[in-house]
């Protein structure tokens, strides 16, 4: 071997390879493709990276592993490995610089598991006015009374019969031309982008017409795979967006650009072979579709009867894609760097149009892509979607739109006035910066129940059976809590008495052994789920730290919904949507238990799904959308809460449950009064 | 080595390879680049590609040469191969198949030497209004009162400024855009295309903006580097297209898409690498005359003083590119299988805007390529060129342009009236087809004189001192005749009485041992250089034959004139103009002596040097010609000369010398009185 590489195998997946001496484990990691939870983005400061050094000669691998072989101990490790630990073996894998042959053993806590993506395709109304159309036309054979080039003879009979006029065409479908005009006997069927372009010629009449609608978030990537002539959703894809191994948020994407030379390309890289391999996965399972409706004896899976035959990636004419900001500059490799700094600026607000080989996406090569405009540098083309999805710019009644994802984006207006601010959560409601927190992937707790007399509580868990039916023990043993458990288990142990309005575990009567001392910190913490009940050897906790990192998101979300009604001078909202993955799968009368944001019926709370995706898909379905969304953009008004006065003070007052002053009257006959009225 | 394969090694050049077994000796020259000459497109009909298989074991190589290495003798091989010669060992390259290792001789008479190409750039007047402009702008860095994104801030000082609205931004412009306010501190130079789309963005003041305008010939390729500020021309490169491997004339190449899998991909490649390499050779004589300039000691071989700096190929903003309709489909990819068949339509007429990118042509990222628009399948952008060059639409004296290349285009006309036509010149003009004929490399004879009394001839070769100074012996061995060379030959074998009216040998008085007949066949010849001046050993002479291609060829010319006359109502035409580099190097009466265009004033019969390339350069200068292009496209007429009453006659009228019954008044006092009244 080079003696500038060295060999390093990981453990229990067994992948293996030879990597550079002096880079971090991490990055070796990412290198082999062995998935190690990276929630900060190698800065040392989650400790959800932690792993084993195995010490020995491993002759299976011909390799010699020894503690000398990672760089030195930092003095940053300390803090989430404990001494005994250490003694172990144990080290932060983005601290640990590699000096030699490795074995690394990755603990099932440190494991990244597939995360259950549910961004399913809400039901949406529209004018159908696809971007793309296809129109099918009968032509005469060239003549010498009449010397047209074929595309003149084309134009002529698309302005005769169709009234489209001054149409270009794309390189790739003038290519076609000729070959087309022979196979189909100078019937052919052309499809034209906005009116303007013609990108396809097929022989012959032609109906298949499909488009896709992406939904890129900072951790997971929905695509919606339609058919352009019925308007139907064929199929709905999902996945991990795989710049995840480079931190969980936006910030730390941007520090990795920022950080390392090739980092922007190689985060565009990651999403471009993602977005593909989505595209294929959402062909393919049409086809298959396609093959079992062909099939009589079998049930139809998916809406895919209509199709005259299975489609190829070539029959992808459309695709529109929503993103925040960040996401959006990682996908067209624009420099995110000033996304990170003050004043947050863009490099475009403005939708745009790109040609997908221009982005190596693999689809028709004629066709193009649609990104949705940013409204500024915290608030993208997703948060456009959601508002399109809502038509809140239609509205008569004052609607309050707070989309939780990694990050936290409010639209708060009607039809006279929009406004927009976004606000930093933190990732506690995605499951980050919690003791236990994971995302929402098989094994994590997404929601909990606590007995108000006895203190016990039930859970739920990620892949288990439904909520109703769960019972002790659980055939899958948990490993954590993802963020709607986390917002789950602080409602409940608000609404029971155990922790205070001001956050702090109550100090009076102990109902249970549950709630104790930590025995070495002696800070109070709160045991969800036994050792074992979990498949960490471990008592799944929610520690002081973490409620306060509830608190603090909340806080955030309620502080920016208050300060834009100040701006908007109205001191209620007629109805509040919960945009998001994450708002799915959370109960929102819980919700407004925490304080999440102001008093409002619970009746005229409600989840509405992925509406990023769905506004997304509105661009696709009808093109007028996309004029709009760069005029809303216009009207929209973006709210820089942290420039907003008195935005620490208001911040401060919502950390408390449901809030220091505010009054939530909707909240009577929900929450037991003693609590409610009790004093910090 | 593999079983499938054969060594083949060609000689003098040393040239080697494995080759499949099967191929023709042609293709596999063309794999281990050997030039050999293919005039006919491996058709067996031209027998240009002659070669000897040496006999014998080559150590050196490690291969044994036999004749049975070789397949089959061919009946078409007879025609081009004596039985001597044979014995010897010849074969032709295109109709040898290879059977095992081969040693292959290939004689001087069969190299494709590297041709003389001369197209200068002609002096044009045009009004500066390039597609792309650059422009200087400051903006102020973003804060929070002003929260636009950095594209909307360009546009709005563009806006504002330079009343540039709605404009749109290439991804690679865009790609640059954060990098460059923060390089230029704000101050940046944003290149504009057609006043619609951002293309290119650069820190600071830039200035440096070329643009290239390339004439693509079916056999040469010339390319007119100008500075788009100044429009000065910076240099010219120009070089043999590639394709001429696959055959001489544009049905050469149909014929080679339609009988080859990757024909066209094939030739298409090639001629982009071609691009890609003059685009190089361009920029580095540029930057070689930079470098010369800024060390004051030595002359400026190219106005290149004016450049800040070194330009790369990414100062390249704009391309234009003219070629006949042939070349334009192969450049795009485009079957050319219908220019070959009637009614001959191109796939497109209208001219066509391409992202570099999207060809493979390297240049600036963001830049465009314009190609002239095609009047019909055989009178393409190149005429166009021409036209825009001689601004014949705008003249109200009445001009026969006569742009004579491997084809023939003839355009008639004055502001009122636009007519053009393709004729069928044959390559004789282009010294194909004719016994000793050759491309104009050097060694090639190019002008012409005979001795009315001696019959003795004077000739002057390319590559030799200039013509009034010619004397023999020659410094340089001749190895055939070029084009010129062979419309000289002619017209004073007419002038001298040596050939009559008819074309045929005078059989009248012997002045000379050069007028004899052929040993063998018994056809009478016409000696123009003894084998002892050659360097192929053998008497270059003009057979009957030849004599015959070029009355094919001027009567063609003639008839085409004359039908579009005809359809114009007049008997007389203004001017001739003769466009091309091969009228740039014919005696301009020499050609009226021979009947190639219409009886004219002699002194209104102009060669205009390389017009297309002239017009082509004009576009790239001046965008609104590029709207004039295509509105001249419907303007002019395109008259198919085969479907005219009379062709047949009117074209055998015209092959006699210089006309068989129409006058040449301007000829007196040109050509001996009892020469020009001679009967048949």
Redesign the interface.
């Known amino acids: 071997m080079d003696k500038n590489h060295a060999m390093i195998i990981f453990q229990p997946s067994g992948l293996r390879g030879e990597v550079p001496l002096g880079i971090s484990i991490m990055e070796a990691s990412r290198q082999l493709g062995v998935d190690i939870e990276a929630l900060c983005g190698d800065k040392q400061v989650c400790g959800k990276c932690k792993v084993r050094i195995e010490q020995g000669v491993f002759q299976r691998f011909g390799i010699e592993s020894k503690p000398s072989h990672a760089g030195p101990w930092q003095v940053s490790e300390e803090k989430y490995i404990a001494p005994e630990e250490r003694e172990k073996g144990y080290r932060l894998g983005c601290a640990t610089r590699i000096k030699g042959d490795l074995l690394v053993f990755v603990p099932e806590s440190s494991r990244a598991g597939k995360q259950v993506v549910s961004k399913a395709a809400g039901t949406i109304h529209i004018t159908p006015d696809p971007a793309v159309k296809s129109y099918y036309i009968e032509l005469k054979e ?3 009374d009449k ?6 003879q084309v134009c002529e009979a698309l302005e005769t019969q169709f009234a489209l006029s001054s149409l ?2 794309d ?1 790739h479908a ?2 076609c ?3 087309a005009l022979t196979k189909g006997k100078w019937c052919i069927t052309v499809t034209v982008w906005m009116d303007r372009e013609i990108i396809r010629i097929r022989p012959g009449k032609a109906t298949t017409s499909l488009g896709l609608a992406i939904d890129i978030g900072t951790t997971t990537i929905a695509a919606y795979l339609c058919d352009l002539t019925t308007m139907d959703v064929l199929t709905t894809v999902s996945g991990i967006n795989p710049q995840c191994k480079y931190g969980e948020d936006v910030l730390s994407r941007i520090s990795y650009h920022m950080a390392h030379a090739h980092g922007l390309d190689r985060m565009h890289d990651d999403i471009i072979n993602t977005v593909n391999g989505l595209i294929r996965d959402a062909v393919n399972a049409v086809c298959q579709a396609k093959e079992s409706a062909d099939s009589p004896s079998e049930q139809l899976p998916l809406d895919s009867t209509a199709l005259p035959q299975s489609p190829g990636v070539e029959d992808i004419e459309d695709i529109t894609i929503c993103g925040n900001t960040t996401m959006h500059h990682i996908l ?4 995110p ?2 996304l990170g700094a ?2 947050f ?6 939708s ?3 040609k997908a ?3 190596g996406i693999k689809i028709n090569p004629g066709a193009s892509i649609f990104l949705l405009p ?1 409204v ?1 540098g915290f608030v993208g083309g997703d948060t456009m979607g959601v508002l399109l999805a809502r038509q809140l710019h239609t509205s008569h009644e004052i609607e309050l739109i707070v989309d939780i994802g990694t990050n936290g984006e409010l639209i708060l207006g009607n039809k006279d006035t929009l406004l927009c601010s976004s606000c930093a959560t933190g990732p506690a409601l995605e499951g980050a910066q919690i003791e236990f927190g994971m995302r929402a992937a098989p094994g994590a707790i997404e929601r909990v129940s606590i007995d108000p007399d006895t203190w016990e509580v039930d859970y739920k868990v990620v892949g288990q059976k439904p909520w109703k039916s769960y019972s002790k023990p659980q055939e899958m043993h948990t490993k954590g809590i993802c963020g709607s458990g986390i917002l789950d288990a602080v409602a409940r142990l608000y609404m029971a008495g155990i922790i205070r309005k001001g956050g702090a575990f109550t100090k009076k009567e102990q109902k249970s052994p549950r709630l104790r001392k930590h025995p070495e910190t002696g800070m109070p913490e709160f045991v969800l789920a036994w050792a074992n009940e979990t498949s960490i050897g471990k008592d799944i906790v929610i520690t002081q730290k973490d409620v306060r990192q509830v608190q603090l998101a909340k806080a955030a979300i309620y502080t920016g919904s208050k300060i834009m009604m100040r701006k908007m001078n109205i001191d209620r909202v007629d109805k509040v949507k919960i945009a998001g993955a994450f708002g799915s799968h959370i109960d929102c009368s819980l919700a407004l238990v925490l304080g999440m944001f102001p008093d409002c019926k619970i009746d005229e709370i409600e989840p509405v799904g992925n509406a990023a995706g769905d506004g997304c898909r509105m661009t696709l379905l009808n093109r007028s959308l996309r004029q709009e969304a760069d005029m809303l953009v216009k009207k929209m008004q ?1 709210v ?1 809460l942290t ?1 907003e006065e008195g935005f620490p003070h208001h911040l401060m007052e919502a950390t408390q449950i449901p809030h220091m002053v505010d009054a939530f009257p909707h909240l009577h006959g929900v929450v037991n009064p003693d609590i409610l009225n009790q004093k910090k």
Chains 1, 2 share one sequence.
């Open positions: 060239s003549t010498f010397p047209l080039g074929h595309f003149e270009t065409i390189v003038l290519q031309l000729g070959h067209l490799k624009l420099n760097e000033n003050i004043p600026a863009p490099t475009i607000n403005h745009v149009d790109i080989r221009d982005l940013n500024a973006y820089e420039l």
